[in-house]
């Protein structure tokens, strides 16, 4: 991976702060230098020495501590990428009134607004929905501050609603994506392409409460809908219904069994006209044509089969629907990217897969990964992106392919979409 990078970490009082320790444990394993500053609030619910230990730095958070009174000046000087997480109602308020009060409050008013600042709020769903909370988000924001989105669902308090900070995995894309077009890793654009991501497995019904699926976690899927949106790309993402969920992309759409997704991308790309479609569902090679219970036809997606009984499934082929998208595209410059599994296969047997893909698909890209390669950690699994008649691009985990292909499809997909432009005023 390139050099590491200088994180200014800040953080104020919430519990979420245990996330944020998490962030701050990848970012140092991926080579990053961070200094962590916490409020006061912010070390009641996580420990000087916890942040230290992650960091091997001292946690700063005394604007008047001895030898520290131009640390306010020095460090944004220093750092690369600035967050603060978690961000607090007070704390959005307060940097959003200019108040520097504090060390982070002080950090905040010296930023170097040439380098990106992002924010990751954390608090109760009223605090959220607050109209000071709300306007200040919004005054941040047109301050080129990246104040990213919150999540819903149950809080520490026990109320329900949006406030949760996100996880962790969707903080560490968009520090990443940040730090990439910082170093001009991804290219700074005003083209903003419309993309259409599919992710996770199909699953085919056997009876009421039982079906046929595979291994797909959908984590690359959504991984790769997540960086391009945090690129500014109007993002869709079409996953399986177990799959994992984005972050950061807000149209999300669900389907189960082939035939649903089939459907469901036929009528998309009709009626919706996309740049792009980079196409990381695992879909199934076959749906289940029939069933029988101990020799009787049983109706295939109904009932229960009660156990002890003799099963058969009868299996029919699925079509490619890769082979298909252009086809059913409104867009005739459509830019697709195809994707490969393959399990224990050599050098020679994955390049051959490769280009049999592109034979019958007529993609513009195909990423190429095998199974057996995944690593411990989610992130590590090594790909390879082959653009048709270009060299292959080997990428280490999920985030650098999902970075990759931002880079690939503002180089294909943006320089055709001019010429399509001029040709439907």
Excluded at 52 to 74: K, Y
Excluded at 220 to 243: M, N, P, Q, Y
Excluded at 367 to 374: F, G, I, K, Q, Y
Excluded at 387 to 400: D, I, K, N, S, Y
Aim: charged residues 20%.
């Amino acid at each position: 991976m390139s050099a590491g990078s200088n994180i200014l970490f800040k953080l104020s009082g919430s519990i979420a702060a245990w996330k944020a320790c998490a962030v701050i444990s990848q970012l140092v394993k991926d080579g990053h230098q961070v200094q962590a500053v916490a409020t006061e609030a912010a070390l009641r619910f996580i420990g000087p020495a916890t942040l230290e230990g992650l960091t091997g730095r001292p946690v700063l958070s005394d604007l008047w501590a001895r030898g520290a009174a131009m640390e306010h000046i020095n460090l944004v000087k220093w750092a690369d990428l600035t967050i603060l997480c978690p961000a607090t109602a007070n704390t959005i308020n307060r940097f959003a009134a200019g108040i520097a009060d504090d060390l982070v409050g002080s950090l905040f008013l010296a930023h170097n607004r040439t380098r990106p600042y992002l924010v990751a709020p954390a608090m109760n769903p009223a605090m959220w929905a607050h109209p000071a909370t709300a306007a200040s988000v919004e005054t941040l924001r047109s301050w080129g501050v990246n104040v990213l989105p919150v999540a819903s669902g149950r809080l520490a308090c026990g109320d329900e609603g949006a406030g949760r900070m996100i996880e962790p995995e969707a903080i560490l894309v968009a520090i990443r994506t940040a730090l990439a077009q910082g170093r001009g890793e991804v290219p700074r654009t005003s083209a903003r392409l419309r993309v259409l991501v599919t992710s996770g497995g199909t699953e085919e019904p056997v009876d009421g409460v039982r079906s046929l699926g595979n291994f797909s976690s959908g984590r690359t899927g959504a991984l790769i809908a997540d960086t391009l949106a945090a690129l500014g790309h109007e993002v869709t993402l079409l996953r399986g219904g177990r799959s994992a969920r984005p972050a950061f992309v807000q149209d999300v759409r669900a389907y189960t069994a082939f035939s649903d997704l089939q459907a469901a991308l036929r009528t998309m790309l009709a009626e919706e006209r996309f740049d792009a479609v980079v196409h990381a569902a695992a879909v199934g090679d076959y749906a289940v044509d029939g069933v029988s219970v101990d020799g009787a036809a049983a109706t295939v997606g109904r009932g229960k089969i009660e156990s002890g009984r003799e099963v058969r499934i009868h299996l029919r082929p699925t079509p490619k629907l890769v082979d298909h998208l252009k086809g059913w595209s409104a867009n005739p410059d459509l830019k697709v990217v195809a994707f490969k599994l393959t399990r224990g296969a050599d050098e020679a047997a994955a390049r051959a897969a490769v280009e049999h893909l592109f034979a019958h698909s007529g993609a513009d890209a195909v990423v190429h990964n095998d199974l057996e390669s995944a690593g411990a950690e989610p992130d590590a699994f090594p790909a390879t992106l082959w653009p048709r008649g270009g060299e292959p691009l080997v990428f280490a985990t999920r985030g650098q392919l999902a970075r990759g292909l931002g880079r690939f499809l503002l180089t294909h997909a943006a320089e055709a979409r001019p010429a399509a432009e001029a040709s439907h005023p």
